[in-house]
């Protein structure tokens, strides 16, 4: 089992910039490639990013891409997604998930997921 915590979700007005955090506990962190997802009001949950499992990979969704930065910090157990110019049409509840494959952008192909972080973008 690993399990996932997310944080630092929160308001922000169009333009701004959040740090999304993920912390990792239960099996090894470095066996698992790491994604970001999210789910807006009634809409599908939808691939944001993926990182492979010793952080020299990364892929993105192309709705995000340019503009968030997947990262891990293996010592530490973490991966983020820095979000810069957020948009109003960022507004989710953003999950992050492991999985054993990369890069893989199915819900089906993520093994263990968080409870996920709310995220607001105000224009």
């Known amino acids: 089992q690993v399990q996932l915590v997310e944080s630092g979700g929160g308001l922000v007005q169009a333009g701004g910039s959040l740090r999304l955090s993920c912390a990792a506990s239960?099996?090894?962190?470095?066996?698992?490639?790491m994604g970001w997802f999210r789910q807006a009001p009634g809409k599908e949950r939808e691939f944001v990013s993926t990182i492979n499992w010793r952080g020299g990979r990364t892929y993105y969704a192309d709705s995000v891409k340019g503009r968030f930065t997947i990262s891990r910090d293996n010592a530490k157990n973490t991966v983020y997604l820095q979000m810069n110019s957020l948009k109003p049409e960022d507004t989710a509840v953003y999950y992050c998930?492991?999985?054993?494959?990369?890069?893989?952008?199915?819900?089906?192909?993520?093994?263990?997921w968080g409870q996920g972080t709310q995220v607001n973008v105000s224009s």
């Open positions: 998930a492991a999985a054993l494959a990369y890069p893989v952008t199915g819900r089906g192909d993520y093994n263990y």
């Open positions: 239960g099996r090894t962190f470095t066996n698992y490639a």
